[in-house]
T-cell receptor
Framework: DAKTTQPPSMDCAEGRAANLPCNHSTISGNEYVYWYRQIHSQGPQYIIHGLKNNETNEMASLIITEDRKSSTLILPHATLRDTAVYYC????????????FGSGTQLTVLP | SQTIHQWPATLVQPVGSPLSLECTVEGTSNPNLYWYRQAAGRGLQLLFY??????ISSEVPQNLSASRPQDRQFILSSKKLLLSDSGFYLC????????????FGSGTRLTVV
């Protein structure tokens, strides 16, 4: 599986959009981009995933560049409860899919 | 709906003692099951995964072992705990076919003293 690069930390003002970048320059054609987040002392929570089209759900939007070498997770209106470590992961589909979690980005939403 | 249960939530064990952490999944059949460990301030490390009863793949050589005695039960064990086994242990599952994403349990905080 390809590896990802994320900034170690980011701050965002409450109510503003949080834009979390991720580089995955060695992503393969069959690999998806997944985003999870982990609030302190809890299990990771799935947020969103995509292959090459932009995706949106009730939690966030995922913007993937045309060359698929990078992506951005957007939380449109960040709240204090969005403070967490956000993991960007690339993984191929399959019955024994495994996720390789890196260090992620610590997002702190400030009041 | 599917749910995943992991227990205990916290555990303090002396060095050299055995370990057994249990994870069960409800509401699905033949899931992929995973054990991860997270050391303080670090990312998650995949320890074991299983695609079926009795089928265990180990990702990292270590003092731990895993078993899957039933379809929806995944157990993490150790015969003798080391101080370095301390960490946050997470169980996760995903659907076998057309897996969309993994769902994680709430985790077990293990402290070896």
């Amino acid at each position: 599986d390809a590896k990802t690069t994320q900034p170690p930390s980011m701050d965002c003002a409450e109510g503003r959009a949080a834009n979390l970048p991720c580089n995955h320059s060695t992503i393969s054609g069959n690999e998806y981009v997944y985003w999870y987040r982990q609030i302190h002392s809890q299990g990771p929570q799935y947020i969103i995933h995509g292959l090459k089209n932009n995706e949106t759900n009730e939690m966030a939007s995922l913007i993937i560049t045309e060359d698929r070498k990078s992506s951005t997770l957007i939380l449109p209106h960040a709240t204090l409860r969005d403070t967490a470590v956000y993991y960007c992961i690339v993984s191929s589909s399959g019955s024994a899919r495994q996720l390789t979690f890196g260090s992620g980005t610590q997002l702190t939403v400030l009041p | 709906s599917q749910t995943i249960h992991q227990w205990p939530a916290t555990l303090v064990q002396p060095v050299g003692s055995p370990l057994s952490l249990e994870c069960t999944v409800e509401g699905t059949s033949n899931p992929n099951l995973y054990w991860y460990r997270q050391a303080a301030g670090r990312g998650l490390q995949l320890l074991f995964y299983s695609v079926g009863i009795g089928q265990i793949s180990s990702e990292v050589p270590q003092n731990l072992s895993a078993s899957r005695p039933q379809d929806r039960q995944f157990i993490l064990s150790s015969k003798k705990l080391l101080l370095s086994d301390s960490g946050f242990y997470l169980c996760a599952w995903s659907a076998q076919r057309r897996a969309k994403w993994d769902t994680f349990g709430s985790g077990t905080r293990l402290t070896v003293v």
